[in-house]
């Protein structure tokens, strides 16, 4: 017993940390035991790690800011500082999305019972003013963030029992109690370390114009609050040789100038204020760029293919609203939306309607369940629609463009078997004798063209008794509104990650639904979403958890929460043609930072 006892010491002193026989340390997290990049590999695939290093960029950001602490619910935090200022404990790739690779954190340690992550932090890590990276550090920002940050990211790390410094270099995030989160690695390397010094004396939770210290590649150099926040590479970045770095930002300066408009930057990137811009407007993208900057090649005007997930971009319904609580009356409205025609006469047939929460991931819910997912629903079968089992859910076709008269009979007669009728040719709820009315949100960065996607959207609403308004409203307004769910309808977009897993609490969850500031606009509260995220969520195998997400975005699409709006398979980018890319077949979108300033 006392020889096993001591050549169970010796091994863990010879493994260099303190930890349970049974733990595993490692160079990766590969979630479900598969990683493309095996130990000792130098750059990720998509980059060029020789880039030419030097130079400026000079970037587009929309709506205000007046904070530099991402993490808080109060005030809006500048665009793009966080990720070019702050390091995290690791990284995934576009390539390689299901595993971590090694930033902030050195090695992982993960024992077989699951217990705890563990973090060994890179002794070389550095704050921008020479410090060391610490476990205290890390403690402080995940605690700072928990306790004094927005209330999402509780729910979000809500699998997290506690946060331990085993020495100065290591750390270990413990989980609750009967707790199998799958993915709970991945996401407790995902948040930006602080310095726990440079914030004594200081309230976390307050906005801030004094930017914290950080860890990355980039130092704000100088910024003008609602006008342009400039950055410089710092000098003596730690982390530039690191395989997960090399390759990546190149520049020595970044700047992103503030619009108000999306559609003021295509001048501005005419007139040589900015260098590079995306373009989310088909017609302008068609039509806007034809003089002789592009024609002579001194600006380049290019569709890059991307791999990732379709922005979920839609009409939200706010469900908390009474008038709104019928999915029979959500589903008449949606067949009042004519893409079709839209998307002929406005977008140059340059998109795809969205038929999926998660379109563009494999785990789009098609056809009728089966398999593995059918089994899984079938749990559910007390609580969710009969139609979840019988019919796929397709989205709103108009066969004619300029006639939708087929698909308004079919809302009107929803609305009806809702409660709904025709009086004095208004639709009214025989119950309250209200008038079925509502108004509808966008920004002022979305310009003119929602004005005209809405207006036969809302002449098609008036044909059936529903009186519609539109209003167009500054960002920060907008915004505030959304943070406090002040809102009938309004249109909204999520970013949804190619592993969707614990953000969907936030998203859908009925947790999130009464917490100002939440993602969960719409308000929904349905134990079968909440079974579904916690299965996600909890899958041990890959078969499991795809079955999961279609699980979960079937129940959803069947409730229409939602007016799917459209989407676009490429990233489409006009730039000056000043800037080198790599030679890669790998699909990454737009990505400036792995561009860099030819000679």
């Known amino acids: 017993m006392k020889t096993n006892i001591i050549n169970n010491l010796f091994c863990l002193l010879l493994c260099g940390f303190i930890g349970t026989a049974n733990a595993k340390v490692s160079d990766k997290i590969a979630l479900y035991g598969e990683s493309k990049y095996t130990s000792g590999f130098k750059a990720f695939d998509y980059v060029n790690?020789?880039?030419?290093?030097?130079?400026?960029?000079?970037?587009?950001?929309?709506?205000?800011?007046?904070?530099?602490?991402?993490?808080?619910?109060?005030?809006?935090?500048?665009?793009?500082?966080?990720?070019?200022?702050?390091?995290?404990?690791?990284?995934?790739?576009?390539?390689?999305?299901?595993?971590?690779?090694?930033?902030?954190?050195?090695?992982?340690?993960?024992?077989?019972?699951?217990?705890?992550?563990?973090?060994?932090?890179?002794?070389?890590?550095?704050?921008?003013?020479?410090?060391?990276?610490t476990a205290d550090d890390v403690v402080f920002s995940f605690n700072a963030i928990i306790e004094k940050g927005s209330p999402v990211y509780r729910m979000y790390y809500a699998d997290v029992d506690r946060v331990e410094k085993i020495n100065d270099y290591e750390v270990r995030f413990y989980a609750k109690e009967g707790t199998n989160n799958k993915e709970l690695p991945l996401i407790l390397s995902q948040f930006s370390v602080f310095s726990a010094k440079d914030w004594q004396g200081k309230d976390f939770d307050k906005p801030t114009l004094q930017v914290p210290l950080g860890s990355g590649p980039y130092i704000v150099k100088d910024f003008q609050v609602n006008k342009y926040v400039e950055l410089h590479k710092n000098t003596e970045y730690w982390g530039k040789d690191l395989p997960v770095r090399r390759g990546f930002n190149n520049f020595d300066?970044?700047?992103?100038?503030?619009?108000?408009?999306?559609?003021?930057?295509?001048?501005?990137?005419?007139?040589?204020?900015?260098?590079?811009?995306?373009?989310?407007?088909?017609k302008i993208w068609m039509t806007g760029y034809d003089n002789n900057l592009i024609k002579s090649g001194k600006i380049k005007k290019e569709n890059i293919e991307h791999n990732e997930p379709a922005v979920l971009q839609n009409f939200a319904f706010n469900i908390r609203r009474d008038k709104f609580k019928d999915s029979r009356a959500r589903q008449a409205i949606g067949l009042a939306f004519n893409f079709e025609w839209a998307n002929e006469k406005l977008f140059y047939n340059q998109y795809k309607r969205l038929y999926s929460y998660f379109t563009n991931t494999g785990m789009e819910a098609t056809g009728l369940p089966q398999g593995k997912e059918k089994e899984i629903l079938r749990q559910y079968t007390d609580i969710l629609p009969a139609d979840v089992f019988e019919k796929p859910y397709t989205p709103v076709v108009n066969e004619d463009i300029y006639n939708s008269r087929e698909n308004l009979k079919k809302a009107v007669a929803l609305l009806k078997s809702a409660g709904y009728d025709f009086k004095n040719g208004k639709m009214v709820n025989l119950k309250t004798g209200e008038p079925l009315e509502f108004e509808i949100l966008s920004n002022s960065a979305n310009g003119a063209t929602f004005t005209k996607v809405m207006l036969p959207f809302i002449e098609n609403l008036r044909k059936i008794g529903i009186k519609a308004v539109f209003r167009n409203l500054e960002v920060n307004i907008f915004k505030n509104r959304l943070?406090?769910?002040?809102?009938?309808?309004?249109?909204?977009?999520?970013?949804?990650?190619q592993m969707p897993g614990s953000e969907l609490r936030d998203f859908f969850g009925s947790e999130s639904a009464d917490i100002p500031g939440s993602?969960?606009?719409?308000?929904?509260?349905?134990?079968?979403?909440?079974?579904?995220?916690?299965?996600?969520?909890?899958?041990?195998?890959?078969?499991?958890?795809?079955?999961?997400?279609?699980?979960?975005?079937?129940?959803?699409?069947?409730?229409?929460?939602?007016?799917?709006?459209?989407?676009?398979a490429v990233s489409r980018v006009a730039y000056w043609d000043k800037f080198g890319q790599p030679k890669t077949d790998i699909k990454t979108g737009f990505q400036p930072f792995i561009w860099w300033k030819k000679e």
Request: net charge negative; glycine share 6%; charged share 25%.
């Open 49 to 133: 790690p020789d880039a030419p290093q030097g130079g400026k960029i000079v970037l587009p950001a929309y709506g205000t800011f007046d904070n530099f602490n991402p993490y808080i619910f109060k005030g809006v935090a500048a665009t793009f500082v966080a990720p070019l200022s702050f390091e995290t404990l690791g990284t995934s790739p576009v390539d390689d999305p299901f595993t971590v690779y090694p930033l902030l954190a050195e090695k992982f340690d993960l024992p077989e019972d699951k217990s705890y992550i563990g973090f060994i932090l890179n002794r070389n890590a550095r704050f921008s003013d020479g410090s060391p990276v």
């Open 483 to 497: 943070d406090k769910f002040d809102f009938d309808m309004a249109i909204i977009s999520y970013r949804i990650s």
């Open 253 to 282: 300066i970044v700047r992103y100038d503030y619009y108000q408009d999306t559609t003021v930057t295509l001048q501005a990137l005419f007139s040589g204020d900015i260098d590079a811009r995306e373009e989310y407007i088909a």
């Open 519 to 568: 993602n969960n606009i719409i308000g929904i509260k349905n134990p079968a979403v909440d079974k579904l995220i916690k299965g996600i969520v909890a899958a041990q195998e890959k078969e499991d958890y795809m079955a999961y997400v279609k699980g979960l975005d079937r129940v959803l699409l069947h409730e229409y929460y939602i007016i799917p709006q459209w989407y676009s």
